[in-house]
């Protein structure tokens, strides 16, 4: 305001560009708008990135960092049991076959009835 910008553009650049709120501080803006502009032009005319190709990209995405990191999908595999040990899972047990595991993420609506302790299998 003190610049007397319009109020059609003061909510474009604290939307569109600082994405920040509007009660959002100027030091905020300022950073935010900051990290925009440095954006331009890393990836394409535009700072946004989007999957060309519809979005099966982003889970592709997630299974390739996966696997550079030493992880493991399974995907379409019925899940029978979860082997937790001190609160922690230890593995999973999918088609009669157990499989150890450091961490495990599913939705809860996948979490099977049989979570049983490391030492009762």
Known sequence: RHEKLTDNLIHFVVHSIAMVSPDAGAALGLSQTKKFLESLGRYGSTPFLWSMYGSGELPQAFCR?????????????????????????????????????????????????????????
């Open 65 to 121: 960092l996966c696997a550079v990191f030493g992880g493991v999908y399974y995907l379409g595999r019925g899940l029978t049991k979860i082997i937790v040990k001190e609160g922690r899972c230890t593995g999973i047990v999918t088609e009669e076959k157990r499989v150890n595991c450091d961490y495990l993420v599913l939705p809860d609506k996948y979490i099977p009835d049989a979570i049983v302790p490391d030492d009762l299998d």
